[in-house]
Nanobody, 118 residues
Framework: QVQLVESGGGLVQAGGSLRLSCTAS????????MAWFRRGPGKQREFVAV???????NYADSVKGRFTISRDNAKNTMYLQMISLKPEDTGEYLC????????????WGQGTQVTVSS
């Protein structure tokens, strides 16, 4: 069974930066697509960014040019570097393993809260 643990969330002012991490247990990380999703206050969960096992990436239009997804297979860890944060980026950020590109897979982390103040 895979466990995903996110970290790195917090409170930041608009224009600031944060780096989220997601560490996976077990061997599935290296061969699976990983993704970040988020759920804003009163909103449905939405896709943020995805990275394939080979390193190909894709982003939601709302974060292109501001967020960068990456992975370190040696550490079983995925990252989301976020810059120029906006209040609308506020939400719970969820790590996902095993999806098909922008469609999530079955494994989720518990989430890490990002709050961007104006």
């Amino acid at each position: 069974q895979v466990q995903l643990v996110e970290s790195g969330g917090g409170l930041v002012q608009a224009g600031g930066s944060l780096r989220l991490s997601c560490t996976a247990s077990g061997p599935m990380f290296k061969t699976n697509t990983m993704a970040w999703f988020r759920r804003g206050p009163g909103k449905q969960r939405e896709f943020v960014a995805v990275i394939s096992s080979g390193g190909a990436t894709n982003y939601a239009d709302s974060v292109k040019g501001r967020f960068t997804i990456s992975r370190d297979n040696a550490k079983n860890t995925m990252y989301l570097q976020m810059i120029s944060l906006k209040p609308e980026d506020t939400g719970e950020y969820l790590c996902n393993l095993g999806g098909r590109w922008k469609l999530p897979g079955d494994y989720w982390g518990q989430g890490t809260q990002v709050t961007v103040s104006s």
